[in-house]
């Protein structure tokens, strides 16, 4: 009945509220199939998928959103390691005349 022993953050529902979205600790944007059960009253997880990888940063917001159809995603994420710009310094540096 689990369906992630690892955790996750980022929750969020697919619109048609049959399935849940959640990034995994390695990153990865999982996909969780949801039903109800036939006595209306329990939630039944089915096993978790992976569907991509993320350049998530690790941060508590919520860094993407699904689409209206629960097929598309906008991530707010990160393209290469960040760090700081190559500085050049010139000594003894005269403009021109």
């Not at 598309?72 to 710009?85: H, I, K, R, Y």
Request: glycine share 8%; hydrophobic share 40%; aromatic share 10%.
């Amino acid at each position: 009945m689990l369906f992630s022993i690892n955790g996750g953050t980022q929750v969020r529902w697919n619109p048609n509220g049959k399935e849940l979205f959640y990034i995994a600790p390695d990153g990865r944007l999982m996909a969780v199939p949801i039903r109800i059960a036939p006595n209306g009253q329990t939630v039944v997880p089915s096993t978790a998928t992976a569907l991509f990888a993320t350049n998530l940063r690790p941060y508590k917001r919520q860094q993407y959103m699904v689409s209206s159809d629960g097929r598309s995603f906008v991530m707010n994420s990160v393209l290469e390691p960040t760090g700081a710009a190559p500085v050049t310094v010139i000594l003894n540096w005269k403009p021109k005349p």
